[in-house]
Structures are given as structure tokens and as C-alpha cells.
């Protein structure tokens, strides 16, 4: 229902008649595309929002949205992160997994224990995502906080000097898709209940990662899927 389309994402950009059937029959039933694009191309023209940008700073985009989702809007899909992602796996200060002595399993810390446990471990009664730990003679902190320390600075504001988008036109964009993306609604198919989260940035079009730092783009727009689940 809401996609965010950077570069050579969708539609005739892509020059395949299946892309741009699909491309038209989602325009047609209503979904809101955001199209990310130095040039207004025919999705750009035709979709939600043409968001001109600077050619090669999509980075910077995807990285203030993600400041935006953790520090202004403060809302993501918990449960997800926790259950679904590494994020609450224990960091050292040499930036790797904590390991259990014994094992060698990665350690993650579990809030209401107060202590550190192995990631399988089946006594788990929570996991922590945000903090600083000692944990066997070092001090860790969750990847989850690692993550939201490192993005602080690549404010709204930030990007905007960088991609020429304005730090307002980047702020609703990335309102509108994290309440697009109805965190915690599900569906069910086939008898089977799914999370639906009918929103997305993709991170591969081509233009926007075929460029100095276009890998790093497209990790970051893993993120900010990963935080609505």
C-alpha cells in the first residue's frame, strides 16, 4: 500500500510489460508510491510523491529515515526486532558477538533475569535491545543500541545539506510509512496468521546502489524494513 521507490525500482523504469502491468495495477487500487529520483520518470509522474534527490546521496536518505523512525517517531515493531533480527545480540568493543565461554554460542541479555544468556536458550523472558552490560570481564552493549547510538547524528536536517530533499519532506515520508505499515497487524492465508505489513523501501534499484556507497544504501534500507517487521 505504501512503497518508497529509490533509482531503477519499479514500473516501465524497469522496461518489462509484467513490471509495468503490476506497476499500474497497484496505482489503480490505490497503493501510494514514493518515488526517489533525480529525474521525474514515468513512475515519478505518475505515482504518490516525486521526491527529487541529488544524484548518489540516497544513502543519506535512507539514514536520516532511520534517525527519524528511532528518535522523532519512536515507534517500531518491538516484538519483531526482539524475536526476528539480531538486534539484541551482545557487541564487544572489538564489534564482535559476546560469546559463552563453553559454547561459543553469542550471548544476549535478558532484562527480567538480569543476566546474560545464550541465544537459544529456552528460560528467556525477555531480551534487552537498549543498554550497557559487563558480561565475562567486558562491557557490551545490545546491536540494537550500537545501531540507534551510531544513526543520532543523521538528522532530518543532515540529509537535507546532503540530498537537496527538505528535512520536513523527509520526516512525512518516513511518518507515512511506518503508519502504513500497521505494526502489529496480521493477516491470515490459508489458515495461517501472518504479520501484514503492507509497506516497504526498496533498496535495490538500480541507480541508487550503483554508485560509491550504494551497498551501505541498500543495508540501510534493510533496516528500516526490519523496523516495522
Not at 497497484?26 to 497503493?31: K, L, P, Q, S, Y
Not at 552490560?133 to 546532503?162: C, D, H, S
Request: with cysteine; aromatic share 10%; hydrophobic share 40%.
Amino acid at each position: 500500500n505504501y512503497l518508497i521507490a529509490p533509482g531503477r525500482t519499479v514500473g516501465p523504469n524497469v522496461a518489462t510489460p509484467g513490471a509495468t502491468r503490476r506497476f499500474m495495477e497497484a496505482i489503480e487500487r490505490g497503493m501510494k508510491l514514493v518515488t526517489i529520483d533525480p529525474r521525474c520518470s514515468v513512475e515519478g509522474s505518475k505515482g504518490y510523491r516525486w521526491v527529487p534527490i541529488r544524484p548518489g546521496t540516497e544513502l543519506a536518505f535512507a539514514l536520516s529515515m532511520i534517525h527519524t523512525i528511532l528518535y522523532e517517531i519512536g515507534k517500531f515493531d518491538e516484538w519483531f526486532v526482539k524475536n526476528r533480527t539480531n538486534a539484541p545480540y551482545l557487541i564487544g568493543p572489538d564489534g564482535n558477538y559476546v560469546r559463552d565461554p563453553g559454547s561459543k554460542k553469542p550471548l544476549l541479555w535478558d532484562p527480567v533475569d538480569g543476566k546474560a544468556k545464550v541465544f537459544d536458550d529456552p528460560s528467556f523472558k525477555d531480551y534487552a535491545l537498549e543498554g550497557e552490560v559487563e558480561v565475562n570481564g567486558v562491557r557490551a552493549k545490545p546491536a540494537f543500541q550500537l545501531i540507534k547510538e551510531r544513526m543520532k547524528e543523521y538528522t532530518p536536517e543532515w540529509a537535507e545539506k546532503i540530498t537537496s530533499v527538505p528535512a520536513e519532506t523527509i520526516r512525512l515520508t518516513s511518518r507515512e510509512f511506518v503508519d502504513h505499515a500497521m505494526i502489529g497487524s496480521t493477516i491470515v492465508i490459508d489458515g495461517f496468521t501472518f504479520p501484514f505489513r503492507p509497506a516497504q523501501i526498496a533498496g535495490s534499484g538500480r541507480g541508487a546502489v550503483s554508485h560509491k556507497g550504494g551497498m551501505y544504501f541498500d543495508l540501510a534500507t534493510k533496516i528500516i524494513n526490519l523496523l516495522v517487521g
